[in-house]
């Protein structure tokens, strides 16, 4: 096994130790963390395959974006020594199975498969090129995508002001 | 990476992932937890894009902004979700979702 083969299997087994963490942890602060360390984690496979900037993009808006954003709406929404009461046994159980019955399907169907791994040149994605296609109408071109994810971050923005703005209080 | 671990284990690893966060979803009481179980989704899909763009699609980098388009949708999302939280609590003082029958109408 190669040095990078088991960086991955090191990482993947820490990605899903801390998503296992984030999703059972009794203190909501204490998933947000994990939640931190799962998606350091696909950063950190995204630095593997050489994908330089969605791994920078996925540091900067996931880890320092939506992870402090969630941790902003804990502290503001819960108390902080606050646990979270157990779901009942019925409710875990009948998850769990019905999950990992989706797992074991998924699993199966991805082994079956057997994938023609592609052959060619890798693509060097510099932030020179992303930007190039980024705006570019001709074929692989991404500029309508690109305008319609500006008129939804707009439109977010807009919505999150009004939503969580204070109502004045009715006369 | 590419030439010593197989597709099918990157394809494994991102399925259990997104099913750790369906877990989470469906588990959860307190409405910030449920969006920590769809952040888990979304990133587990964000990790087949690229694995998937990578082995088989080399050339291209088409995966990539794909990738990219659903973090950006992943941040709106965040974004208008926690303020429809903190709504809710100013409103009811509550954020569990079986006291959450206000928005109704």
């Known amino acids: 096994m190669g040095t990078s083969a088991l960086i991955f299997y090191i990482l993947s087994a820490v990605m899903i130790l801390s998503a296992i963490a984030a999703v059972t942890a009794r203190r909501i602060l204490r998933a947000a963390v994990y939640l931190l360390f799962a998606l350091g984690g696909t950063a950190a496979i995204y630095f593997m395959v050489d994908y330089y900037f969605l791994a920078a993009v996925q540091l900067i808006v996931y880890a320092g974006g939506i992870v402090v954003l969630i941790i902003f709406s804990i502290l503001l929404t819960t108390h902080i020594n606050e646990k979270l009461e157990l779901p009942r046994w019925s409710k875990i159980s009948a998850t769990f199975s019905l999950t990992a019955v989706g797992f074991a399907i998924t699993t199966y169907v991805l082994t079956a498969q057997s994938f023609t791994t592609g052959t060619g040149t890798f693509a060097d994605a510099t932030v020179g090129l992303i930007g190039e296609r980024m705006l570019a109408y001709g074929e692989g071109g991404y500029v309508l995508p690109f305008e319609v994810i500006s008129i939804l971050l707009l439109a977010a923005l807009v919505g999150a002001i009004v939503i969580a703005k204070r109502n004045p209080p009715a006369s | ?105």
């Open chain 2, 1 to 105: 990476m590419i030439d010593q671990v197989p597709l099918s284990h990157v394809l494994s690893v991102s399925s259990l992932m997104f099913f750790i966060g369906a877990y989470g979803f469906l588990t959860r009481k307190n409405l910030v937890t449920m969006l920590i179980g769809v952040e888990l989704m979304l990133n587990a899909v964000n990790i087949n894009f690229v694995a998937f763009d990578r082995y088989l699609y080399p050339s291209g980098i088409n995966g990539h902004f794909f990738a990219l388009f659903i973090i950006a949708i992943a941040a709106a999302e965040a974004a208008v979700a926690i303020a429809i939280f903190i709504n809710l609590y100013r409103n009811i003082r509550s954020i569990d979702v079986e006291e959450v029958d206000k928005m109704k109408y």
